[in-house]
């Protein structure tokens, strides 16, 4: 099936253009309810970048690893 692999960078970007158009509804949001509906929004994207960010900063202490040095095994 064609189109199923999705690269995390595009992910991303979708993630960023959803919470800009979040956070300029937010701003003209009249209630307090409203606000807090959006607000969700906001941290759930947040959250949902925070996974991405996790998963490149593992890879990326994993590439720092040096493994020229002699293995005990």
Request: aromatic share 10%; net charge negative.
């Amino acid at each position: 099936m064609k189109g199923l692999a999705v690269q995390p960078e595009g992910i991303l970007e979708v993630l960023w253009k959803e919470l800009d158009k979040i956070l300029k509804a937010m701003s003209k949001a009249k209630t307090v309810e409203e606000k807090l509906s959006y607000s969700n929004i906001v941290k759930n994207l947040c959250q949902s970048m925070g996974v991405f960010f996790d998963l490149a900063f593992e890879a990326a202490d994993f590439e720092d690893e040096d493994f020229d040095e002699d293995l005990p095994f």
